[in-house]
T-cell receptor, first 113, second 114 residues
Framework: AQSVTQLDSQVPVFEEAPVELRCNYS??????LFWYVQYPNQGLQLLLK??????LVKGINGFEAEFNKSQTSFHLRKPSVHISDTAEYFC???????????FGKGTRLHILP | NAGVTQTPKFQVLKTGQSMTLQCAQD?????MSWYRQDPGMGLRLIHY???????DQGEVPNGYNVSRSTTEDFPLRLLSAAPSQTSVYFC?????????????FGEGSRLTVL
């Protein structure tokens, strides 16, 4: 079965600094990978997804992620964060072997003034 | 557009009571799913459905039942609530081929079991 590990439960970063949120996955078959964002007291919304093709994926709000098959990673990056990026970020994985979309435990991004 | 609608938004139950969390979507999505969100645990998949009449278990199905009689609705039933089921529940839907598509989430239902 597929699984995903988010290595950091919380990440503090100064405003306008770059940030990387780490995600590693485990699967015996090819994967589809996603990053979702949850703003306070809201549901989740999709930031970006990797299905196939180019390993660098660009999403909304200036975020991007890189699929690295050899490292089984899908880290999320943003070159310059803003206070509005304060949220919890979830990595998720699925495969074409079943219909389950499995989420990680989430990373809280704290933007420091 | 309504999107994914969950009701109720808040509910308090006593141990042993039963209830149903309702989920409806108006996007004609084939794929629907239920997750629970607990602090430090992320989202865990409870049950999912790839179409009317088809349901399957997720990561944490015990204590929950689902059915999918129409494309639009996917209710989640707690037959005998336990304090361990205190959580925030999210319903989500996606177009056919759900595992590659974007999940659209409802606003959540916060359940407290005393």
């Amino acid at each position: 079965a597929q699984s995903v590990t988010q290595l950091d439960s919380q990440v503090p970063v100064f405003e306008e600094a770059p940030v990387e949120l780490r995600c590693n996955y485990s699967s015996s078959v090819s994967v589809y990978l996603f990053w979702y964002v949850q703003y306070p007291n809201q549901g989740l919304q999709l930031l970006l997804k990797y299905l196939s093709g180019s390993t660098l994926v660009k999403g909304i709000n200036g975020f991007e992620a890189e699929f690295n098959k050899s490292q089984t990673s899908f880290h999320l990056r943003k070159p310059s964060v803003h206070i509005s990026d304060t949220a919890e970020y979830f990595c998720a994985v699925s495969t074409n072997r079943d219909d389950k979309i499995i989420f990680g435990k989430g990373t809280r991004l704290h933007i420091l003034p | 557009n309504a999107g994914v609608t969950q009701t109720p938004k808040f509910q308090v139950l006593k141990t042993g009571q039963s209830m149903t969390l309702q989920c409806a979507q108006d996007m004609n999505h084939e794929y629907m799913s239920w997750y629970r969100q607990d602090p430090g645990m992320g989202l865990r998949l409870i049950h999912y459905s790839v179409g009317a009449g088809i349901t399957d278990q997720g990561e944490v199905p015990n204590g929950y039942n689902v059915s999918r009689s129409t494309t639009e609705d996917f209710p989640l039933r707690l037959l005998s609530a336990a304090p361990s089921q205190t959580s925030v529940y999210f319903c989500a839907s996606s177009q056919s081929g759900g595992v590659t598509g974007e999940l659209f989430f409802g606003e959540g239902s916060r359940l407290t079991v005393l």
